[in-house]
T-cell receptor, first 115, second 112 residues
C-alpha cells in the first residue's frame, strides 16, 4: 500500500463549486504539505502543517483553506473554485528527525479541472 | 528569498548519451539540496540529495555535487536510458529546514 494517498485522483468541477481534496499518510510523519504544480512553474507551496494544531500559509494560499483532522490526514479545500485553479495538486509529508534534512515524500497527485 | 533556477527543457537525448541538467540556487546560509524525479502519471520521488558543501549525492547512475562556490547542484548521468524519461526538479531546503523550494522542472526525453 502507498504511504501517502490522495483522493480523488481526478476531478472535474464547475466554477463556484466547493471542492475538497484529501490526503492520508501511514508514514507516521508530523509534517504535511500541499503543493500545486503548473507547467513551467514547478511546485508551489499552498499550505503546510507541522502538527495537528499548527497550520501555516505557503506562497499561494489565497483561495484555498486546509484542515488537519489528525496526524495522518490533511485536507485542502477550494471554497469557490475558479478556472485558474486548474492544476495538479500534490500532498507531501516529512519527518523532522535529526538528519532528515526535510526530505519530503509525495502522494500520486490529484488532477483538478475547473470549467 | 530563496530560489532555484533550472535549465529549461525539454531536453531530448538519444539512448546512452551523457546528461547534464543545470541547477543553481540562491539561499541564505547553507541549504540542503535535492533532485526529485517525476515519472509520467506519478508523484515526485527523491532521486538524490546533498547536505553540505562538496557532498556528492548519487543514485541509479545519477550524480550531483554540492558546489558552494558556484551555488550549483548540476545533475549528471553518463549514459541515459529510455526509462529515464521524466521531469526532474532541483530543490533546496530553506535554512530552517521547514520547507522545500523547487525549480521549474526540466523535462527529459530519451529516444531509443
Amino acid at each position: 500500500d502507498a504511504d501517502v494517498t490522495q483522493t480523488p485522483r481526478n476531478r472535474i468541477t464547475k466554477t463556484g463549486k466547493r471542492i475538497m481534496l484529501e490526503c492520508s499518510q501511514t508514514k507516521g510523519h508530523d509534517r504535511m504539505y500541499w503543493y500545486r504544480q503548473d507547467p513551467g512553474l514547478g511546485l508551489r507551496l499552498i499550505y503546510y502543517s507541522f502538527d495537528v494544531k499548527d497550520i501555516n500559509k505557503g506562497e499561494i494560499s489565497d483561495g484555498y483553506s486546509v484542515s488537519r483532522q489528525a496526524q495522518a490526514k490533511f485536507s485542502l479545500s477550494l471554497e469557490s473554485a475558479i478556472p485558474n485553479q486548474t492544476a495538479l495538486y500534490f500532498c507531501a509529508t516529512s519527518d523532522f528527525a535529526q538528519g532528515s534534512y526535510n526530505e519530503q515524500f509525495f502522494g500520486p497527485g490529484t488532477r483538478l479541472t475547473v470549467l | 528569498g530563496d530560489s532555484v533556477t533550472q535549465m529549461e527543457g525539454p531536453v531530448t537525448l538519444s539512448e546512452e548519451a551523457f546528461l547534464t541538467i543545470n541547477c543553481t540556487y540562491t539561499a541564505t546560509g547553507y541549504p540542503s539540496l535535492f533532485w526529485y524525479v517525476q515519472y509520467p502519471g506519478e508523484g515526485l520521488q527523491l532521486l538524490l540529495k546533498a547536505t553540505k558543501a562538496d557532498d556528492k549525492g548519487s543514485n541509479k547512475g545519477f550524480e550531483a555535487t554540492y558546489r558552494k562556490e558556484t551555488t550549483s547542484f548540476h545533475l549528471e548521468k553518463g549514459s541515459v536510458q529510455v526509462s529515464d524519461s521524466a521531469v526532474y526538479f532541483c530543490a533546496l531546503s530553506d535554512r530552517n529546514g521547514n520547507k522545500l523550494v523547487f525549480g521549474a522542472g526540466t523535462i527529459l526525453r530519451v529516444k531509443s
